[in-house]
């Protein structure tokens, strides 16, 4: 702060320990979702081998990817919630779980490209698959699947890292209903195009789902404002306070799931600064801002009247 330049400045949220991330409230289930992964993937590649079912081999592909996915966000989530370093890494290593979702998107498109591939090339050649016992690893597949997705519902909603995962295992679910409706249209009928058109059905269920993900990745790394918080909204609300003549240089962004940002130098009246001072209006701001929008951390800087110009070049 300037000598005479009469700023004031407030956060909140701000502390020496870790962030807190809200995928830390999840890694317990998210161990559990290992766990069921890595069973299901030993169980479906046994399958594909005895089978011979690219649709099976394809949903263990979906597997190991959902394991490895899972094994990230778990590594993501320790290290985000890691005590901050406040010389270098001031919010810590948040952004890890932001991370974790995009390379988990990276490994999505990668299997849904090559399960497209292979399911075209069978397409033109397809290969004999035995639909009852293709129908067994897929109902295994399907339940082992619901139980993860039962697990992740709540932390999705709430957490992109957690989210990336549920997406896996949910695109995987969807992947043992085509590996089963494909086993039982080769058991009634014998028509063996259905394994890659099932497979086929898959890839395009993955990529979507990812590319979905990885904007919502890139558009936190991009530092845009939250999807929830509409930054001409603030702007009026901030104005709308009592001696606030103006808000400048105000940035919304979010660290990662959760935990969203907010910086902006508010021009106040020195009528209002001389009656109520800054540590009352630094409260109102930030009390109005809790109260309206899911804004917990905030930084604000008080200035007077035509302090601005001074910045020019400076603060943007």
Avoid at 130 to 157: D, E, H, I, K, Y
Avoid at 270 to 281: F, N, S
Avoid at 282 to 304: K, M, R
Wanted: proline share 3%; charged share 15%.
């Amino acid at each position: 702060m300037g000598a005479g330049h009469h700023h004031g400045q407030h956060g909140a949220g701000h502390g020496n320990g870790a962030p807190g991330t809200r995928g830390a409230a999840y890694r317990g289930r998210l161990w559990v979702a290992l766990g069921i992964a890595s069973l299901l993937l030993v169980a479906q590649l046994v399958g594909a081998l005895v089978t011979d079912s690219l649709a099976l081999l394809a949903d263990a592909g979906h597997v190991a990817t959902d394991a490895v996915g899972i094994g990230m966000a778990l590594v993501a989530i320790h290290f985000a919630n890691r005590p901050t370093d406040r010389e270098r890494r001031t919010f810590g290593l948040a952004r890890m779980e932001i991370l974790a979702a995009l390379v988990n998107c990276l490994l999505l498109l990668g299997v849904g490209g090559y399960i497209l591939l292979e399911s075209i090339s069978r397409l033109r050649e397809p290969t004999e698959v035995p639909g009852g016992t293709t129908v067994v690893f897929g109902v295994v597949g399907l339940a082992l699947n619901c139980l993860s997705l039962a697990l992740l519902m709540r932390g999705q909603r709430e957490n992109l890292n957690v989210r990336g995962a549920f997406l896996e295992v949910l695109a995987d679910a969807l992947g043992s209903v085509a590996v089963i409706v494909a086993a039982l249209v080769i058991l009634l009928t014998g028509w063996q195009r259905a394994d890659p058109v099932a497979s086929l059905l898959i890839a395009l269920m993955i990529v979507p789902r990812t590319v979905k993900l990885a904007r919502e990745a890139l558009e936190v790394l991009l530092e845009s404002a939250p999807r929830d918080v509409v930054v001409a909204e603030v702007r009026d609300h901030i104005l709308r306070m009592p001696g606030v003549e103006g808000v400048h240089d105000l940035h919304v962004w979010t660290i990662t799931s959760g935990m969203p940002v907010l910086s902006a130098h508010v021009v106040v009246s020195p009528e209002r600064l001389d009656e109520v001072g800054h540590e009352r209006t630094l409260h109102e701001l930030q009390h109005c801002l809790g109260d309206h929008f899911e804004v917990a951390h905030c930084t604000f800087q008080l200035e007077p009247s035509g302090h601005a110009a001074h910045e020019a070049g400076l603060c943007h």
